[in-house]
């Protein structure tokens, strides 16, 4: 039969029949968009500093991230009971902050309204200004390296800002004291100097610090982010009286420390020790110190942990570094990692409730290459279960050689093995 338009009863049925089909896709199509089309990947975006003067952090901060994403990738990505399956990760956008704050909160405020990621991983260029951000936008933010937020976020009811590691509080405290308790150093210390970069966090930190100092007097020195020259500072702390016996110097790069220890030969002044809150191989302090003596407090070395020599050899080849960062990556993973867990434990994408598993994780203990940290939430800091370690360069020993200090602590008692006090002079 044919109509009158010139179309047979049939082809009139498969046109009828195709325009159900395209009405029908159509109205599935559109409500797939409004309600969300089945998710199969987690997005992730960063603000790393690629440049500017902590470029090396960050080149290790963005190899670490992209490790751990293609260690879940390889076993199908990260199980979200919500939604039956597993998804995959992808580090979608990663955006230079340039070692700049302001830069930093700005690429957060982009990654949330702009790209709409799902979950946000961010230099330790953040301030309180970045944690507003992700507040806003209900977008959790790991941070790679940068523990204080920690107490920031307790104290002013921040609920999506996390950061991994022991905070800078922490190493404060550990390497005051130190010094200041440890029953072998005779007499014990009266003057600390603390030099260090001009930034908030740091800031914080020392403000918070003097308060839990005990006899010990603290002088903070304030330096710019790119100090180069230390001399006006070294030759006014010659003057104190009574004298500086400990110096700490926490400043942007291990560049600058190199530099203030030169100079602190060049004006013949020597503490009874010099302490460092800025990470780096002990056989690059050899190296490049000479006769300097050298402690500090530092996170595990990986020729003490075969598990964690294991994972920077992999992640320096495999995308080409060639400095290694102790701290940072170590701090990195843990960050990263616990992310992904807490996704697993809270059984969805939802923020609120990951930051919950986040929380409840860390106060469980969390497991970094074999050794547990634990957040107490009453205190700006985590409880990292491991001797400290403090570093001595020589003289002590013949040249190129490195003297390790196992430290145990029980009760308010530090029990080194090796230590000698007081230090010498420059070059004797």
Known sequence: MVLKSGITKVQA????????????????????????????????????????????????????????????????????????????????????????????????????????????????????????????????????????????????????????????????????SFFRDNPHLNPPPKVLAIWHIDEETRNAAVEWIKGRSGRLTIINEKFPSEVTDFSTAIIKAKEVSPPIDVLILWLGDWSQVVTCFRQLQEYNWCPKAVGSLYNTAPSIMTETLGPACYYRFYTPQPSENPELLAFYETVMERYNLATLQVGIPFNTWGGITTLFNAIERAGTLNSLKVAEAYRQLLQEGVYVFGISYTWDPNYPNFYQELPAVAVQVPPYEKEGSTLYFKLVKSGDQWFPENWKWPMPPWGE
């Not at 896709?25 to 690629?50: E, M, N, Q, R």
């Not at 700005?106 to 951000?133: G, H, Q, R």
């Not at 523990?147 to 002013?156: L, N, T, V």
Request: proline share 2%; charged share 20%.
């Open 13 to 176: 049925i498969i046109i009828v029949v195709l325009i159900v089909i395209i009405a029908i896709v159509g109205v599935w199509s559109y409500f797939a968009w409004f309600s969300g089309a089945p998710k199969d990947t987690i997005i992730l975006g960063a603000s790393c500093s690629l440049t500017g003067v902590h470029r090396e952090a960050g080149a290790w901060m963005q190899a670490v991230w992209n490790y751990v994403i293609e260690e879940w990738n390889k076993k199908d990505g990260i199980y979200v009971k919500d939604l039956g399956r597993k998804l995959k990760v992808e580090l979608k956008y990663v955006l230079d902050d340039k070692s700049d704050s302001t830069t930093c909160t700005n690429n957060i405020e982009t990654l949330c309204s702009v790209y709409d990621v799902d979950f946000v991983l961010c230099s330790s260029m953040a301030t309180e200004a970045t944690m507003k951000v992700v507040e806003r936008y209900n977008k959790i933010m790991v941070i790679g390296c940068h523990g204080p937020f920690f107490a920031f976020a307790k104290e002013k009811g921040y609920k999506y800002t996390f950061a991994f590691g022991v905070t800078p509080y922490g190493f404060l405290e550990g390497m005051i």
